[in-house]
């Protein structure tokens, strides 16, 4: 069970998220839509924690955490909640000092402490599942875009998190790209990986997602199944939005 | 042989080693002492609080905004004044080590802020620490654009410990200056110290472009052409 209560982030005076509340079940995956600046990538951040949320409070299975303006929530903490969790950024970040295998074995190695032999063995099964066991030993600069997000993608993987937050992982890549990519996640939601998304791509949202959450203003304006989201949204604010995408995506 | 080819043959042991036993131990330690000091230097200038920061930078201040020479002076013939009595080659080692920590300290610094944001969020999301992600990331990728700008710091440290001459150290360039006091042949002399001292800068220079070789392999697009 993913829980997020009375979520709220607040940069200085402006309040980024506002009383976000929402609770996901294991196994199913979830897209954040929305416009840019609506909260989606701030949100999916404060769930790993890269932001702190100024309030509220975040289960992730076992692992709990409450926040308030006025406690400062330590490192321990914050690992044991991050740990969880695994990220896919829109630019890849892959690290380019380290080949493909390399970057997935990483958080095996250094941070589970894990040997060299057996982390490498569990990347290479987790390059095999994205496609890109053919290229173990390449430099990320040498990788296609859509290449690097599929060995961003078993990177984050490697440490078997609760859940995969993915931030825009298609919008860096063209069309082509963008489709390996949905296919690799398609494939993870297939197999019951949890996953929650910051998302442009309506495809991507309409063939991965079991839920489609919108987010405008730090507020969610509306949630439910993507059929429902994408077809016949209740709000307003939510069927202007749609419709924008589908002028952009050519639907 | 010519005379003034004689005379080069003739003291080029004695300045070689001078070479070996002062110029390039004292190049070696104090660079890498320096270096050292130098990456904490900069890590409490981008990182410390308060109070670390402003005694970072007071230091960065004072070492650059004085001549290294004067700062030998304080060290070897000042010092002894509130007793503390240096032999010349530690405090020439401290002078050297003082200087080098804070000209790379600045070095470190840049290279270090100039590795993208991403690449610590990349470094934390999957679990690792503050400092597993400086020693793995963050380092791994500043050293590389750092490779340049230290070089310079190093060729220059081997040329400025000549100014270790003047606190009695021994090094290649008295050694050249003891001889030329009993042949009067300061042109030859001086010239055999130089292209010593080119010869030592030669080889760094080497070893910069190996080094900048090694590091471009995972995919440096612009490299030196040679």
């Not at chain 1, 074995?105 to 390059?127: F, N, Q, S």
């Not at chain 2, 509130?82 to 290279?111: C, H, K, M, Q, W």
């Not at chain 2, 001459?165 to 003891?178: G, K, M, N």
Request: charged content about 20%; aromatic content about 8%.
């Amino acid at each position: 069970m993913i829980e997020l209560r009375h979520i709220e982030k607040r940069f200085g005076d402006h309040v980024v998220l506002h009383d976000i509340n929402l609770r996901l079940s294991e196994g199913t995956v979830t897209a954040l839509v929305g416009p840019s600046g609506g909260g989606k990538s701030t949100l999916l951040r404060c769930i790993n924690l890269l932001e702190i949320p100024t309030s509220g409070a975040i289960r992730l299975g076992e692992e709990a955490l409450d926040f308030a303006p006025d406690r400062k929530v330590g490192w321990a903490e914050i690992q044991k909640l991050r740990r969880q969790t695994g990220m896919v950024f829109q630019n890849f970040q892959l690290f380019p000092h380290q080949t493909a295998i390399a970057n997935v074995m990483e958080g095996l190695v250094t941070v589970l402490k894990w040997p060299a032999d057996k982390a490498r063995a569990r990347a290479m099964e987790l390059l095999e599942k994205v496609g890109m066991a053919h290229k173990a030993d390449a430099w990320p600069a040498t990788l296609s875009g859509g290449q690097q997000q599929r060995v961003a993608i078993a990177r984050a993987l490697a440490p078997s998190p609760r859940v995969l937050l993915c931030d825009e992982p298609t919008s860096a890549l063209d069309p082509e790209l963008s489709e390996e990519v949905v296919e690799v996640l398609s494939r993870l939601a297939r197999e019951g990986t949890t996953m929650i998304m910051a998302t442009h791509d309506l495809r991507l949202a309409s063939r991965v997602a079991d839920g489609v959450v919108f987010l405008d203003g730090g507020v969610i304006v509306e949630q439910g199944p993507p059929k429902t989201i994408f077809t016949a949204p209740e709000r307003e604010r939510t069927r202007r939005f749609v419709a924008s995408l589908g002028a952009q995506h050519g639907h | 042989m010519p005379p003034w080819l004689q005379l080069m043959t003739d003291s080029l042991p004695t300045l070689l080693w001078a070479a070996l036993v002062f110029t390039i131990p004292l190049t070696l330690l104090s660079f890498t002492l320096g270096l050292a000091l130098g990456l904490v230097t900069a890590i409490a200038r981008l990182f410390g609080a308060r109070p670390v920061v402003a005694v970072a930078r007071f230091y960065v201040w004072v070492i650059r905004g004085t001549p290294l020479l004067v700062q030998l002076f304080v060290i070897f013939y000042g010092l002894p004044s509130i007793g503390i009595l240096l032999d010349a080659f530690p405090a020439a080692l401290i002078g050297f080590t003082l200087n080098v920590g804070a000209y790379t300290s600045e070095i470190i610094r840049a290279v270090i802020a100039s590795v993208p944001r991403g690449q610590w969020e990349a470094a934390y999301s999957i679990g690792m620490s503050w400092s597993q992600a400086m020693r793995r990331t963050i380092l791994p990728q500043a050293t590389r654009v750092a490779v340049p700008p230290l070089s310079n710091t190093f060729i220059s440290l081997v040329k400025d410990t000549s100014l270790a001459a003047a606190i009695t150290v021994p090094e290649l360039f008295q050694t050249a200056q003891r001889i030329v006091a009993t042949t009067y042949e300061p042109l030859i002399l001086y010239i055999e110290a130089a292209l010593i001292y080119l010869a030592l800068s030669s080889v760094l220079s080497a070893l910069q472009v190996r080094l900048e070789r090694r590091f471009s392999r995972y995919g440096g697009f612009l490299e030196a052409r040679t």
